[in-house]
């Protein structure tokens, strides 16, 4: 007969518990600040001339736990572009209004295994646009939101998700909007292919015009961390305690998100890091660890897929450091200490 003691750990293993603290977490997110901090390597982006001008030595981490608790380093109230990131938040908006069955036929889930914005993916998957969280597919989601037809009130729709999401509000770096205006050639050619395939829901240059003003919104390491918990912590934001949506659509962006989040990287993404992130070309890096917690990372320079090398490597930090992985099949319980 096993005693009381190692009945318990026989428990623990079969069961898989693991218990980290807070002070664990807190540690780990400043260690992996330090050590990443020096990261050389990369470059901002340069095809949007804003963003080219933006200081490269930026660097900040956040993360929110599900209770609540915020752990941040670094430049995490620097507003920079949330570029792509804003896709999840979007998608988050469509799942709102349409429902998980409507997006999946209207956008789809799939991976495209090429570039945000790739026009050949459009070509291979005419039938549908693959994905909310790729170019294409954030413009379909642009075009779908409600209420139709009226510019400013999804414009409204769009904004105030964002400021559910993120526990704040948030504004367009007009600057930023401006100069992707300007640059947005290969949108555009997105936008018009699109309609081509009967996939813009509304009119096209009012969706292509929302899916860069969403792109253009200044945002914080901080508020995206929160954003990221609320989707880990099914759809409640933890810090305002509001439901922002309906726990259930919380597996489904958390699925697209770990099929397309680094786009042609995001397998080695999450082979090497085990949390589903989005990645934005502002340096943004947004990771949900359903059930635990949000991760945000925020660092300019990016590899050649456009994902910032230095938030790439600390969220990856953080997670070695805890020995933390959604498919590492632990349940994983987090003690305030
Ligand atoms: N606004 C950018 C674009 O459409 C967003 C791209 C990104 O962050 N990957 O090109």
């Not at 929110?64 to 670094?74: E, K, N």
């Not at 979007?90 to 790739?118: R, W, Y």
């Not at 969706?207 to 099914?234: E, F, H, K, M, P």
């Amino acid at each position: 007969m096993p005693n009381v003691k190692t009945e318990n750990i026989l428990i623990k293993i079969l069961t898989m518990e693991k218990t980290i603290t807070h002070s664990q977490i807190k540690q780990a997110v400043e260690e992996a600040y330090k050590e990443c901090k020096d990261i050389t390597g990369g470059h901002n982006a340069d095809y949007i001339p804003f963003l080219a001008n933006i200081d490269p030595n930026l660097f900040g981490i956040s993360v929110t736990l599900t209770d609540g608790t915020t752990f941040s380093v670094g430049d995490t109230e620097y507003k920079f572009g949330i570029e792509s990131v804003s896709k999840v938040l979007t998608a988050i908006l469509v799942l709102k209004q349409f429902g998980a069955e409507a997006v999946l036929k209207q956008i789809g889930a799939d991976a495209t295994g090429l570039p945000f914005n790739s026009i050949f993916a459009i070509l291979l998957e005419n039938d549908h646009p693959s994905t909310p969280l790729v170019n294409a597919g954030a413009i379909t989601a642009c075009s779908m939101v409600e209420p139709k037809g009226d510019s400013w009130g999804k414009w409204e729709a769009i904004i105030n998700n964002f400021t559910d999401l993120c526990g704040s509000e948030a504004q367009v770096i007009d600057e930023l909007y401006k100069s992707e205006s300007d640059t947005n050639f290969n949108n555009r050619s997105i936008a018009w292919l699109l309609k081509n395939y009967n996939r813009i829901y509304d009119d096209v240059d009012m969706s292509l015009d929302l899916y860069t003003r969403q792109c253009s919104v200044g945002i914080t390491a901080s508020q995206l961390a929160i954003c990221a918990a609320t989707i880990a912590n099914g759809g409640l934001n933890p810090v305002t305690k509001s439901q922002v949506f309906a726990r259930e659509l919380a597996p489904k962006i958390t699925t697209l998100i770990s099929a397309v989040g680094f786009y042609q990287n995001t397998g080695d993404w999450m082979y090497t890091s085990g949390i589903p992130a989005k990645s934005g070309v502002g340096g943004g890096v947004m990771g949900v660890y359903p059930g635990v917690m949000g991760v945000a990372a925020f660092a300019p320079p990016l590899d050649d897929a456009g994902n910032s090398v230095k938030a790439q490597a600390a969220v990856k930090a953080i997670m070695k450091k805890l020995d933390l992985g959604i498919f590492n099949g632990d349940n994983v319980k987090v003690i305030a200490d």
